[in-house]
């Protein structure tokens, strides 16, 4: 019988499931499917390459961020994993998210893994959610505005319906309120997080290393679903497209859903119609770029398992050899 923690992940994990599916079998009932295929079936593939290219390499600068995060939380005297074990963790890590939920995907590997090299629970728990925090609270920062703004052309928000707006305000307050009893109950712990995190805020290399690495990720992810709309002839001007996507990638990046899937199709059809992009263009990009984040994991994945299968073959030698 399964109880406890482990009952309650596989309901988070069911939940986000079924708001995928749920979102995307909506949108399908509401658009022209064949349509959609057509748009992706004529997608012009070298760019998409070029787009899959740069997603894959993104885990570099994520893999630094991740093991200075890990490096932090390490008892003293216990050294981080090297850049290349690192590099090869949050492959595996970007390649799970793509299949499972966040809670069962490359999160909880990256817990396993982080308590693995020495941490404890709480500390390799922490290493994982502060590394998923900050890329969060980087992507608000460099896309908030963008979206305001973008909002504001569109002359507020009228044009949503009612209902959505109703649904995202209870939506709100019900997170908060889950929020609040969370922290309530497990306020002894929060504490020690508040207390590890400022000493990161004290230590050196915070800038270099974590608001960086994040500000390449999150600009090279936007200039990425920037160019997959391009690519489908959206004509939307750049900085618009730039507040659009920035809360499509927010929303995706909640973990609500598997991978984004849904959510980012739902805040794509629903932004860009009010620009007239129709509802198959802007799903066939939304999908586009899911496609190529997938593809980008499985590219990142298969070059990180063969690379050191292949320097073996390329033995290095020592100084003293050439003397």
């Not at 899959?52 to 993104?58: D, G, H, K, T, V």
């Not at 090297?82 to 069962?104: C, M």
Request: hydrophobic fraction near 60%; charged fraction near 10%.
């Amino acid at each position: 019988m399964i109880t406890g923690k482990p009952l309650k992940r596989w309901l988070i994990a069911c939940t986000q499931i079924v708001v995928s599916i749920s979102l995307i079998v909506w949108i399908f009932l509401n658009i022209d499917l064949q349509n959609t295929l057509q748009l992706v079936a004529a997608t012009n593939i070298l760019p998409l390459i070029f787009c899959i290219i740069s997603l894959a390499i993104l885990v570099i600068p994520a893999a630094i961020r991740w093991r200075w995060f890990v490096g932090r939380f390490m008892p003293d005297g216990m050294v981080p994993p090297d850049l290349g074990l690192a590099i090869r963790i949050n492959t595996v890590n970007v390649a799970l998210n793509q299949f499972l939920p966040s809670t069962l995907g490359g999160d909880l590997y990256r817990v396993i893994i982080a308590k693995s090299l020495g941490l404890s629970l709480l500390r390799s728990t922490g290493a994982t959610v502060a590394d998923r925090l900050s890329a969060f609270v980087i992507l608000i920062v460099i896309s908030g505005p963008a979206l305001i703004i973008t909002l504001a052309s569109l002359r507020g928000i009228v044009w949503l319906p009612e209902m959505t707006i109703w649904l995202a305000l209870l939506a709100v307050i019900g997170l908060f309120l889950l929020f609040w009893v969370f922290v309530q109950k497990h306020a002894m712990k929060f504490a020690s997080a508040i207390a590890l995190f400022r000493s990161f805020l004290r230590a050196n290399g915070l800038v270099s290393r974590v608001v960086f690495t994040s500000l390449i990720i999150q600009f090279a992810t936007l200039t990425v679903m920037i160019a997959t709309a391009k690519i489908l002839g959206i004509e939307t001007g750049v900085f618009s497209l730039f507040g659009i996507m920035a809360a499509s990638l927010m929303a995706s990046r909640l973990p609500i859903s598997v991978a984004g899937w849904g959510v980012r199709e739902g805040v794509l059809v629903s932004f860009l119609s009010a620009y007239g992009v129709a509802a198959e263009k802007a799903f066939a990009t939304s999908v586009i770029y899911g496609l190529a984040e997938l593809a980008a994991a499985m590219l990142a994945l298969l070059i990180s398992s063969a690379a050191p299968v292949f320097f073996r073959f390329f033995p290095t030698q020592s100084s003293s050899e050439h003397q």
